[in-house]
């Protein structure tokens, strides 16, 4: 079967933006929530978001730009309040997530609009969200400004919050069948988790054996 293959430098953005969020997936979902200056607290979901070091505990969102060029609320309460949180989203939380992504006035809160509930964090003021299933709180650590439309900002996580039940303390394991987190696919499309199983990792000396014993 004949190969595609692209040069992302010679393609339209949003044409590279489809190429790219269609291919990587699943992708997590950080409902994030942040502080503005009057205030309200704003919610608003980003799936360019991930977690890339334990030390120092670092997450990154992908922030771009609004159409007309100036900043998300998300990326201005960043950068004026220094601290965030990252509410992880469950499959439970799906709808109300995606009512966080209407383009609101910066007066009507997100938490309001989707009738969800507040809860204080521990180590910063930037408010969590009650149903979610597990929240990370985030110092501002620094932002990329990669481009005119694109911040990464990395927050360090300074506190975890986990949902009763779904976190085992002596085993430091998450209970899979009760977390069911929400993937985010591409356009409308979201996923659950599919049945889990193992791969187990192999040293090179008990692949060597398995080699030479077949
Ligand atoms: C599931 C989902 C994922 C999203 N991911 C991103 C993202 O990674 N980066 C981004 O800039 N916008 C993303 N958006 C769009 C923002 O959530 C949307 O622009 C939101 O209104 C921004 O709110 P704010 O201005 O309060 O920060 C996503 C929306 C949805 C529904």
Redesign the pocket.
């Known amino acids: 079967m004949p190969s595609l293959s692209y040069d992302l430098a010679t393609m339209k953005q949003h044409d590279r933006y489809k190429l790219l969020i269609s291919l990587v997936i699943p992708r997590p979902?950080a409902l994030v929530t942040t502080l503005g200056p009057t205030g309200i607290v704003?919610a608003?979901?980003?799936?360019?978001?991930n977690i890339f070091s334990e030390s120092p505990p670092l997450a990154v969102?992908?922030?771009?730009a609004?159409p007309n060029g100036g900043l998300?609320?998300?990326?201005a309460h960043i950068r004026d309040q220094g601290a965030f949180v990252i509410n992880l989203v469950d499959e439970a939380l799906g709808q109300q997530?995606?009512q966080?992504?209407?383009?609101?006035p910066p007066e009507v809160s997100?938490i309001d609009a989707a009738k969800l509930h507040l809860l204080p964090s521990e180590k910063i003021k930037i408010p969590r969200i009650a149903e979610a299933p597990a929240a990370l709180e985030c110092r501002h650590f620094t932002t990329l400004e990669v481009s005119a439309q694109r911040r990464l900002a990395i927050g360090e996580i300074v506190h975890v919050h986990v949902r009763d039940g779904l976190w085992d303390p002596d085993k430091m394991r998450i209970d899979m069948a009760q977390y069911r987190p929400l993937a985010?696919l591409f356009g409308n499309f979201y996923a659950s988790l599919g049945e889990p199983f193992t791969h187990v990792r192999q040293s090179y000396e008990e692949w060597e054996k398995e080699r030479t014993s077949e």
């Open positions: 979902i704003n608003a979901p980003f799936s360019f978001f969102l992908g922030l771009q609004r998300k609320d998300t990326s997530m995606n966080c992504a209407v383009d609101f997100e985010r």
